[in-house]
């Protein structure tokens, strides 16, 4: 068809002129309309939607009276017969310009999907902003944010939880950080904060024997399961500024910047298989471990260690090899 503007088209209807059945072709062509059938239908005018306006199957704009404004995206739903919401992206702020990092998203549960197909009172595209606004706010969403703006590398840390069993006392969270290997993201290191609810509370750090093979995009219980896995990581307790008194051993520990001082009738403290860093040890044993910049007092005995940077006063060490560097 020939493309004529507004101001042709009202040429043809003026006062006194006899518009040609050419002149209302025209008209019919230029102006949207219902479309005829077989061609895209992602752009819906009248048959089903609100108030006779136009719609975008799949697609819902909201902006609120309240400032927040709604982002939906829906698909075809072959039991209900319609379009129901299946991804939500909501911007919390009435000014973009001023505030960053404002896009929030929620991707329904199928339970949450039939909630609000429920609230809405059945047509997605039928219902006016405020029911559709209304429906999202009687659900009591959580909303997630979304990281990483400027690259396409996971968001660190990764949080997960694992519920206490029958073996296991107390609540862990771990903060798990990725790493690329062979051009894959996978699970590098994680630190776990371990809560003993009536006892007392430890942080570890885990580590892979050997390179990781726990990959990245997997979900949280499979990454727990593997964590725990005490094969695959090695699991330190951490010590961080910290002044400790102890009478007994420290196994498998990472201990920074603390004092430790033995206590009881021994007036030692015992390190075994661990990394020191910055410590003052006044009395005890240290095996096994690698130690940087620390004190060691008259009172220890060092074997099999690995001494970078250290102070030692009188420091025992055993015939068993023992390797300095900078002390």
Avoid at 172 to 189: A, D, H, I, L, R
Wanted: negative net charge; hydrophobic residues 30%; contains cysteine.
């Amino acid at each position: 068809m020939t493309k004529i503007n507004k101001q042709a088209l009202k040429a043809y209807f003026q006062t006194g002129k006899i518009p040609t059945q050419s002149n209302f072709a025209d008209l019919i062509d230029s102006v949207m309309n219902i479309p005829d059938g077989g061609e895209d239908s992602t752009l819906v005018l009248g048959n089903g939607d609100k108030n006779g306006a136009p719609y975008v199957n799949g697609y819902r704009f909201v902006n609120n009276s309240d400032s927040d404004t709604y982002l939906i995206i829906s698909c075809w739903d072959n039991d209900l017969g319609d379009n129901v919401p299946v991804l939500l992206f909501y911007f919390p702020t009435d000014s973009p310009s001023k505030y960053s990092d404002t896009i929030t998203y929620h991707v329904l549960t199928s339970a949450e999907v039939m909630d609000m197909y429920q609230e809405l009172g059945g047509t997605f595209n039928e219902a006016s902003d405020d029911t559709v606004v209304s429906a999202i706010k009687y659900l009591g969403l959580d909303w997630f944010e979304i990281f990483n703006r400027y690259n396409n590398n996971p968001p660190a840390p990764r949080v997960v939880t694992y519920s206490s069993g029958s073996e296991y006392n107390g609540v862990s969270t771990y903060f798990v950080y990725p790493c690329k290997q062979n051009n894959e993201w996978y699970v590098g290191y994680a630190v776990e904060y371990e809560v003993d609810m009536g006892g007392s509370n430890q942080l570890y750090r885990l580590t892979p024997v050997g390179n990781s093979q726990l990959k990245w995009n997997i979900s949280d219980g499979a990454i727990i399961t593997d964590l725990r896995n005490y094969s695959k990581w090695t699991r330190k307790i951490m010590y961080n500024n910290c002044s400790l008194l102890i009478d007994g051993n420290i196994n498998n520990a990472s201990i920074n910047d603390c004092s430790l001082h033995g206590g009881g009738t021994s007036n030692s403290c015992n390190i075994r298989k661990s990394d020191v860093k910055v410590i003052t040890l006044e009395a005890g044993t240290v095996e096994y471990s690698d130690i940087i910049y620390s004190i060691l007092n008259d009172s220890v005995s060092v074997k099999g260690c690995k001494l970078r940077n250290c102070t030692i006063y009188g420091a025992k060490f055993s015939s068993e090899f023992t390797e300095i560097i900078g002390c």
